[in-house]
């Protein structure tokens, strides 16, 4: 399709009228949509999947029209443009896509229940309404809604309900806005609710399979986000309320719809009294996410998908500024650099894979572009780059102007870099659009050549890449001040190395705070200088150098084997990231060995002294009082142990489940995953697996059946396995949103890979009508993509899947993830004996 083929040229609608009537016994929908706006022409076309629409009006008169699926579109032939008001007349059926209207399905005490809401984004909103269905078409909505209700059910929406009559729920007529943000749910809900400073009305909405006080968390951290975003960006919240719902089956981990945010459970509800730190922080930052996106996104929207980094690289930023500001003793960007920045660099490192701006017609290539990595990771790390050079006070300045001037409205990138530049005085959209546009980013060479301290900067690959000559203007953030701010040559020199060095009376360094989107590999005598002088650099320091090293080990630009005897210096330190980008680092290690090899138990020795002061001094159990630091250190330390087969630590965590044998749930989460696959590993029996699915199905702690969930998986009992496998389609069990999570698990695991890649091949067309469409189903791809290591799995995989490559949405992950395996076997084979001997030389 080309940029002429957007409805809204056609026709621009300025409001909707919506009637639904949503029987949940028939699981059909009747609706009435009447639209008016503008036709410019008289052929126009109104978007809509699945619908069966018996009549179509234009001011009152029944009018031509033909159903085209194959563009998603009812085509209408007007007797004239101008002003007309179009009434649609349609049914359609109630699925259980997780897209559109659906159902999402619990229990309570044993009695099965259901709550009906909806996921519009990208294009499904035309799934339940006929409509100009693209993000710059903003118009006003009344919505009417009618359902077969029955007593202690409650309906919410966008906005206030503000009369019911025959039993259909009239709300207020909303701002102007997006098809994709429009949002409803009904059924038997709980509730919170509090106000801001400013009086918005803040409220968490879940089932009644919760207990009440898993509400609190999210009402507290929903609340102080809002007014710290009413602040930051001196523009108030528009909506009268801002609810926050949690639904039982949900795809992805949350939609920012305005003033009404769907979550998934695991990611909005939360026992207070006991949840890891680890997992707080990262309900925050969602919540925090799909906030900003009140302003960023829903007040303000992009004008087509292609900008949708626009919407998400903001939200992905401001989660952490948010966090950072409301909750400043977690540190949260901390946790920016474990998660966020090595995901960008991983994947970015990929030949083919996707620029953060990239342009796009299809719906299912829409859907493709939600890549994480790429669009939310990469795209944030680039804001944050743009952040550091504005400075917090222009940036501030800079998006009140974008606010006030594209409120109700939509707006680009270039608007964006605009209203920053017109703050600042900097060119920031020269700066930015060789991040934005191109794939991929440099690694820098820093070495002295012939006295001089030189830079140059190329593309870093994992993997075969075509290196097409791409430059990039690198914030340099070096410790030497007469270096460029912005380094945007092939090379440059930096002087006499021995002045440079003598001037800076330390090492000299590149991208210091690690918030460039790039690495350097400094030659020998740098590098050595770095090392010799490790403890004077503080914890992201140490963290960037792991992490630089584990990338150019893994693009084969240096040896791993060289990087085994740097561990043991990074082992004792007391800083959580550390230990992260440590034992990220560590576990890169693995897969050189084979099960129950003498490389493996040597690999398993290291592990054991990288952990053993570690266990020591932290203990198994939660210290009051202790540092965020040793709590999110501790369950990666015992981890470490566990892998080692450390007897002490088997028989520790078996002790600790013998004790709490009764009360499982209350196990402290922070370790309680670990104490339970522990158990299935080493003492497990089917009567423990039962009593685990069993738990699994009844407790509403998206924690604990998470923790459930890895342990299960990671059962040596090929029996088990077998039965796990025999649940993946069962909803009852396994519901279709979770179950990622469940195939991953057992393809991780040794004893269960083949029967899980059995499972996916054998099951893929059920795997497609369940769960394809979605922009979770590329995913399956990509996780197993992240397991395979093998030459004969390279095969089995491209034959699986090349035949697939032009089917939409999966062409791109396809491709990539046949690198990502081809990259990862010739690695091994290249490294295995000099690595497998560099650990067997490090832990005699
Ligand atoms: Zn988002």
Redesign the pocket.
Known sequence: MTESNHFYETFQPSHYDLYLDINRGTKLISGKTTITGNASQTAIALHQKFLDVSAVEADGAAVDFKLDQSAEAIRINLKQAGETRLTVTYTAPLTDSMMGIYPSYYEVNGEKKQIIGTQFETTFARQAFPSIDEPEAKATFDLAIKFDEHPGETIISNMPEVRTEDGVHYFDTTMKMSTYLIAFAFGELQSKQTKTKSGVTVGVFGTKAHKANELNFALDIAKRSIEFYEDFYQTPYPLPHSWQLALPDFSAG?M?NWGLVTYREAYLLLDPDNTSLEMKQQVATVIA??LA?QWF?DLVTMKWWDDLWL??SF??MMEYVAIDAIQPDWHIWELFQTSEAPMALNRDATDGVQSVHVQVEDPAEIDALFDSAIV?AKGARMLVMVRSLLGDDALRKGLKKYFEAHQYGNATGADLWSALGAASNLDIGAIMNSWLEQPGYPVVDAQIVNGQLTLKQHQFFIGDGKDAGRQWQIPLNSNDSQAPAIFKDKQISLGQYDDVRSRLGEPFRANVGNNSHFIVRYDETLLNDILAHLDDFDAITQLQLMQDLRLLAEGQQISYASVVPLLKRFADSNAAVVITALYTLANNFKKFVSPDSTEEKHLQQLFDQLSAAQVKRLGWLPVAGESIDDQLSRPMILSAALYAQNEDAIAAAHQIFQDNQAKLATLSADIRGLILSNEVKHYGSAKLYDQLLADYQSTADGSYKANIRAALTSTPDVDLIAKTIGEFENADIVKPQDLRGWFRGVLANPKGEQAAWDWLRTDWQWLEDTVGGDMEFSTYITVTAGIFKTADRLVEFKTFFEPKINTPGLTREITMDIKVIESRVALIEAEQNAVNQAVADEVK
Do not use: D, Q
């Open positions: 949350a920012e996410h799909e996106h996104g919407n998400e939200a992905n939310y």
